[in-house]
C-alpha cells in the first residue's frame, strides 16, 4: 500500500483550484458592479417605453457595459454549475455534463451578446 503521501499523490487539485476560486470570486465582483451600474443607468432613464430602452441601448457607452456584464454572468455560471458537477456528480457524467454545460452557457451567452449588438448596431426589428 505504501506511505500516506504514496496514497494521496496525484490526487487533488494540482495548483488549478485557486485560479478557479479566483476567477468565481473577480466575476462575482464584476457581476455586483456591473449589475449596480445597470439598475442606477435603467432607474435614471426618462421612461420605459421600447424607443426609450433602443435609444438607451444604442449608446456605445451602456452596449458596451451591457456586453461585459452577460460575458461575466454567464462566465460565473459556468464556474459555479461546473464545482457543482465536480463535487455531486458521477465519475462517468462529469465529462459529458461539464461539455453540455459549456455548450449551453456559449450558445445562451452568444445569443444575448448578439442581440445586444443588433440593436446597438440599429438593426431592424
Known amino acids: 500500500m505504501g506511505t500516506e503521501i504514496g496514497r494521496v499523490r ?10 478557479h476560486w479566483w476567477h468565481h470570486k473577480l466575476t462575482a465582483g464584476s457581476n455586483f458592479l456591473l449589475l449596480v451600474w445597470l439598475l442606477t443607468s435603467i432607474a435614471t432613464l426618462p421612461s420605459y417605453d421600447h424607443a426609450t430602452v433602443r435609444i438607451w441601448l444604442q449608446s456605445a457607452w451602456v452596449a458596451v457595459p451591457m456586453v461585459l456584464f452577460i460575458a461575466s454572468v454567464f462566465y460565473h455560471f459556468r464556474l459555479g454549475l461546473q464545482v ?10 462529469r465529462f459529458v455534463l461539464t461539455v453540455l454545460v459549456t455548450v449551453f452557457t456559449f450558445a445562451t451567452a452568444g445569443t444575448a451578446i448578439f442581440s445586444i449588438l443588433k440593436v446597438a448596431f440599429g438593426a431592424a426589428a
Open 10 to 19: 496525484g490526487l487533488g487539485s494540482a495548483g488549478h483550484g485557486a485560479q
Open 84 to 93: 457543482v458537477i465536480e463535487d455531486y456528480a458521477h465519475k462517468e457524467s
